[in-house]
């Protein structure tokens, strides 16, 4: 079985650039998360989604961060515009209905802001 | 947000020694949680803890939900190389989770 689908692994672009993450959870999870980790602040969960739903979105840094989970198969991360602070690496993480403690993380976008 | 904190924050430590880590709250969690990561990857679940006072393991892992419910407690048995990465800790409560700061450990051959 896939796990969690990430893409892009890497992305490098320039201050003021959106970037887009994407993620595609396991099949039949209903919660989906997006978190961001960091030296300086550890991982941190931005948003979560259950059964396509935001619940709780208090995690996200500001307004130049956007989540959508269009359907049950995809969801993504936007950052508009990107700033140097936004470097990190952000994961996204799925997990079954009732089951919040059994995430399943994806391998990770490292973004890199200059 | 809350933060949960995790001690030591890193490890070196000989093959064969058994490592001993604990990550403490001043909240009260349902769960705990303890996971692995390793570089270039994202957190794996090692093991789950439920109920106060729980001691469950895994292998040559075991794991401890404290009797307050503001702490947990990591130890791994007899370390190998393949043990290298970092361990988080995490708290439950309500459908949020709290991550820890992370316990960096290493292993020398």
């Known amino acids: 079985d896939a796990g969690v689908i990430q893409s892009p692994r890497h992305e490098v672009t320039e201050m003021g650039q959106e970037v887009t993450l994407r993620c595609k959870p396991i099949s039949g999870h209903n919660s989906l998360f997006w978190y961001r980790q960091t030296m300086m602040r550890g991982l941190e969960l931005l948003i979560y989604f259950n059964n396509n739903v935001p619940i709780d979105d208090s995690g996200m840094p500001e307004d130049r961060f956007s989540a959508k989970m269009p359907n049950a198969s995809f969801s993504t991360l936007k950052i508009q515009p990107s700033e140097p602070r936004d470097s990190a690496v952000y994961f996204c993480?799925?997990?079954?209905?009732?089951?919040?403690?059994?995430?399943?993380f994806g391998p990770g976008t490292r973004l890199l802001v200059l | 947000g809350q933060q949960l904190n995790q001690s030591p924050q890193s490890m070196f430590i000989q093959e064969g020694e058994d490592v001993s880590m604990n990550c403490t709250s001043s909240s009260i969690f349902n769960t705990w949680l303890w996971y692995k990561q390793e570089p270039g990857e994202g957190p794996v679940l090692l093991i789950a803890?439920?109920?106060?006072?729980e001691l469950t393991s895994n292998g040559r892992l075991t794991a401890q939900f404290g009797i307050t419910r503001k702490d947990s407690f990591l130890n791994i048995s007899a370390s190998i190389p393949s043990d290298v990465g970092i361990y988080f800790c995490?708290?439950?409560?309500?459908?949020?989770?709290?991550f820890g700061t992370g316990t960096s450990l290493t292993v020398i051959p």
């Open positions: 995490a708290g439950l409560s309500g459908n949020q989770f709290y």
């Open positions: 993480a799925s997990s079954l209905p009732g089951g919040p403690e059994t995430q399943y």
């Open positions: 803890l439920y109920k106060a006072g």
